[in-house]
């Protein structure tokens, strides 16, 4: 009897203190400022955004256009900029329609990773994996271009250039956008000039230059930037559904989806199919405690679902020309299923 007593008080108290932990979890989200506290990591600025929708016709002209939608505004107090995630998108179509410039498509992900990180310490483990794999492919295009330059100069005895690969030398920040001077903007070409070699500069590039050298292993695991990139490209796909679901109206009862609900689903389709058991459990766990909508919608710098429609309904449709390339050149080299 004893015994059976002190089982059941063991039992209480693990749930007592699970229950605590998960309301401790839980309280990260919670605002801590009135709403026109702006700046900080929770309550970003946005109350000067007001403004009313764009005609859906505006929003598919502005969809196919090179110029920034007057819309999507610079959100001060804040790492993440959706203005600054559209350009480095759209920078990175190359003008033969097929490929993706690397560096771009990197400094995209950098943006991605903001938006990310800004949802708290939550997702911190899913964004770190991201980061490890964007730092992966640059440093790859830097030892590619070492040992280029090497052979060169012993070649030749001269001294190559600085100008192989990925790394230049020059702040990508400075490079190819400026908030403060938006007249210093980029096309594809200024990519193409600033990284003129032809090992990293590209998806296409990267994936003929690992195949050449051996570095692509379709049996094993082997740490190319192909199978790296394999990995961003699924994680992206994640991200566009997510922001998909969150453009979207409510549902027959009136009832939008919460953020965490549209995170699971995308996981499930985009990820989960690809994770071990363990991370896809964690996943589970860490969802359902994503902010709520308003917050997402605040770091778009909006403050109704009815602005925030254009605004990601732009930005869905660069991700989506994006991952569709991507798509393309990992299945043409059978590099969809990469271990």
Not at 232 to 259: C, F, I, N, Q, V
Not at 310 to 322: N, Q
Request: with cysteine; charged share 20%.
């Amino acid at each position: 009897m004893v015994f059976l007593r002190r089982t059941l008080l063991l039992r209480y108290l693990l749930l007592s203190t699970t229950l605590a932990l998960l309301l401790f979890i839980s309280s990260f989200w919670l605002p801590k400022g009135e709403q026109r506290d702006c700046g900080s990591v929770w309550q970003p600025c946005w109350t000067h955004y007001s403004h009313t929708p764009p005609h859906p016709l505006i929003v598919g002209g502005w969809a196919e256009s090179e110029e920034d939608p007057p819309f999507i505004k610079e959100c001060p107090g804040q790492s993440f900029q959706a203005r600054k995630l559209l350009h480095y998108l759209r920078s990175s179509l190359a003008k033969d329609g097929e490929d993706i410039l690397l560096e771009p498509y990197l400094l995209s992900w950098d943006q991605l990773l903001n938006f990310m990180e800004s949802l708290g310490t939550m997702v911190s483990f899913f964004s770190q994996k991201v980061r490890e794999k964007t730092e992966l492919i640059r440093e790859l295009s830097q030892k590619h271009s070492s040992e280029f330059k090497g052979k060169s100069a012993g070649s030749s005895g001269l001294q190559n250039p600085a100008a192989f690969g990925l790394n230049t030398g020059v702040r990508p920040d400075v490079l190819v956008f400026n908030m403060s001077r938006p007249d210093q903007t980029t096309t594809p070409d200024t990519f193409l000039n600033a990284f003129p070699s032809k090992a990293y500069r590209s998806v296409r590039s990267m994936v003929e230059v690992e195949l050449k050298a051996g570095r692509v292993n379709f049996s094993y695991r082997t740490d190319s930037g192909c199978r790296t990139l394999l990995r961003l490209h699924r994680s992206l796909l994640w991200l566009k559904m997510m922001l998909e679901g969150l453009s979207e109206g409510p549902d027959s009862g009136g009832r939008y989806k919460t953020p965490g609900e549209l995170s699971r689903d995308a996981y499930r389709v985009a990820l989960a199919p690809h994770h071990p058991w363990v991370l896809r459990q964690a996943a589970e766990i860490v969802f359902p405690l994503l902010p709520d909508r308003e917050y997402f919608l605040q770091l778009v710098c909006v403050q109704k679902q009815e602005e925030a429609a254009p605004v990601l309904r732009i930005i869905i449709h660069a991700l989506s020309v994006v991952h569709t390339r991507t798509q393309r050149i990992l299945e043409e080299y059978n590099m969809l299923e990469l271990p």
